[in-house]
């Protein structure tokens, strides 16, 4: 079992920066590739972007490229989502999700993913 905890979610203006952290604990971090996703009420769960397990290749949709920056800690356990000039059309709860190495990579559907975090709100006022 993988245990995901995301923090740094809150409200922002447009054109505005959060820093969200997905701490692991469980099983051996680097052990997993990881997943940002998100999701607004009424609507599926949206990829947002993914890092593999070492850190070196990240890949992301194209509503955030440019924009957003994933990265990893495997010593300290911890994927982040770095988000710059934040947009209206940004405002979800965002989910980090992590899927054992043993699959192909880059994964974007949501099914693939094992384990999930609770979510953290994001809420960008225009």
């Known amino acids: 079992q993988v245990q995901l905890v995301e923090s740094g979610g809150g409200l922002v203006q447009a054109g505005g920066s959060l820093r969200l952290s997905c701490a692991a604990s469980?099983?051996?971090?680097?052990?997993?590739?990881m997943g940002w996703f998100r999701q607004t009420p009424g609507k599926e769960r949206e990829f947002v972007t993914t890092i593999n397990w070492s850190g070196k290749s990240t890949y992301y949709a194209d509503s955030v490229k440019g924009r957003f920056t994933i990265s990893r800690d495997n010593a300290k356990n911890t994927a982040y989502l770095q988000m710059n000039s934040l947009k209206p059309e940004d405002t979800a709860v965002y989910y980090c999700?992590?899927?054992?190495?043993?699959?192909?990579?880059?994964?974007?559907?949501?099914?693939?993913?094992?384990?999930w975090g609770q979510g953290t709100q994001v809420t960008v006022s225009s």
């Open positions: 469980g099983r051996t971090f680097s052990n997993f590739h």
């Open positions: 999700a992590a899927v054992a190495i043993g699959s192909a990579w880059p994964l974007r559907d949501s099914a693939k993913y094992n384990y």
